[in-house]
């Protein structure tokens, strides 16, 4: 909180050249060199990725200001350098691409860089491929100036679909020229994205412990988790419980408890059972707010993932205690599938059933072809057994074949709709 009152009061301090009231409001808007400016507007944009969320209405009026401060500028204002790189970072920050556009059409004396000027026309309007090679080649020579990170960037941003490698030199290197702002919080998520994409581990894990050391408040920061919960997820293994961990513990208790969720919930999606327990198990380590009814959902994601062990009536028991309003509509599906495996795992032969089954005498070929169908582990294997199944076609064992085909087929049926429901939570 006083964080937050310090920021505020700083960036009011800076603005009060801006924020005066009628006549003087003008003038003051009128005299302030656009670097300056420039300067406010970017100090409001890093305090909002560091978690000052009040700021972003800060971050539209100053936008806007600075907009009509650049289209009414004299034309020597931009002798001054310091000026033109303002309007090129105003542009890569949020900025109206026709104030650029409008700015160089009038830049009779030559201040604006053509280069930089025609490859960021091109792309803040959606060509910014046809300059991936002049962009580049512009990198190492402003590597030095306010808009060096910038630049480093928007490169970055352009060569990942060409070259993902490339792309994270040039993410390393404006994060690395600008620490602490929202140049090095866009590099690091889009860094953790390419990481996902191409299957570098160790690079995800290291930039996802800067992102949750620097930027766990960012509203940006569910981005990140969404991308750090998949790259935990996919990688188990690779990612080991002490990365996992190390990593939740940069977060402070809410957002780490939720981390610890959402791992568990979609491990036990895709059939992780291992890392579903582990996950549950931290979530339910962090003090959470009872309130809400989150508690109930550590011991809804373990005993999913203890259905398939021998404590599956221990598990089917806590997830149906577990009250229908503490859960969403999702997690309340998704407890009914795991009780219906459970159900079937659970469900006791009748006995009628197993008078018939021992009754008559089943020669080999046909007992051969019973243990390889209850063997058969693919459903979709099940759906073609009248074309490839012996007992399809015999009549060898009578009552026993039929009864003993029917449980399969109708328990396999079952399963089979459990497996789409979850499939298709899964992809929500």
Do not use: W
């Not at 998949?230 to 208790?253: F, P, W």
């Not at 009814?293 to 994601?301: A, D, I, K, T, W």
């Not at 999913?304 to 806590?318: E, R």
């Amino acid at each position: 909180m006083k964080r937050a009152i310090y920021r505020h009061c700083l960036s009011t301090a800076l603005l009060a050249g801006v924020m005066l009231v009628g006549g003087q409001q003008v003038r003051a808007e009128d005299d302030l060199p656009p670097y300056v400016m420039l300067r406010s507007l970017q100090f409001v944009q890093d305090s909002v990725v560091r978690g000052d969320h009040s700021a972003v209405e800060m971050q539209r009026f100053l936008i806007n200001t600075l907009d009509k401060r650049l289209r009414s500028a004299d034309a020597s204002v931009f002798q001054d350098t310091r000026n033109v790189d303002a309007v090129f970072i105003y542009a890569m920050s949020g900025g109206n691409p026709a104030t650029l556009e409008y700015l160089v059409s009038r830049d009779v004396q030559g201040n604006f860089d053509s280069r930089v000027s025609d490859a960021l026309r091109k792309y803040l309007s959606g060509k910014g491929t046809s300059t991936t090679r002049s962009i580049s080649d512009m990198v190492p020579e402003y590597l030095n100036t306010g808009i060096g990170p910038y630049l480093a960037l928007v490169t970055g941003n352009i060569t990942i679909a060409s070259n993902a490698e490339n792309a994270l030199g040039y993410f390393d290197q404006a994060r690395l020229s600008a620490p602490g702002t929202i140049i090095e919080e866009a590099a690091l998520r889009r860094s953790l994205s390419i990481s996902l994409q191409t299957h570098m581990v160790k690079k995800g894990l290291f930039y996802a412990s800067r992102y949750a050391r620097s930027f766990p408040f960012s509203p940006y920061a569910s981005q990140f988790a969404d991308m750090f919960v998949q790259l935990v997820v996919e990688n188990y293994g690779a990612v080991t419980q002490d990365d996992m961990d190390s990593i939740v513990a940069l977060l402070d208790a809410q957002r780490g408890r939720e981390i610890y969720l959402r791992i568990a919930r979609r491990a036990n999606l895709v059939g992780n059972k291992d890392l579903a327990r582990v996950a549950a198990l931290q979530a339910d380590k962090i003090v959470g707010d009872v309130e809400d009814g989150r508690r109930s959902l550590p011991g809804l994601y373990e005993g999913m993932a203890n259905i398939s062990t021998p404590d599956v009536v221990a598990a089917s028991q806590a997830i149906s205690e577990i009250p229908d309003e503490q859960l969403s509509d999702r997690d309340r599906a998704l407890r009914n599938a795991a009780q219906s495996v459970a159900a079937q795992i659970l469900q006791k032969p009748d006995a009628s059933s197993l008078t018939q089954a021992i009754a008559p005498r089943v020669d080999k070929q046909t007992d051969a072809s019973l243990t390889a169908l209850r063997a058969e582990p693919s459903s979709a294997a099940a759906g073609n057994q009248s074309a490839t199944n012996p007992l399809a076609q015999t009549t060898v064992g009578g009552e026993a074949d039929k009864v003993v085909h029917d449980f399969v087929s109708q328990s396999r049926s079952k399963l089979t709709q459990i497996d789409e429901l979850l499939a298709q939570e899964s992809a929500k």
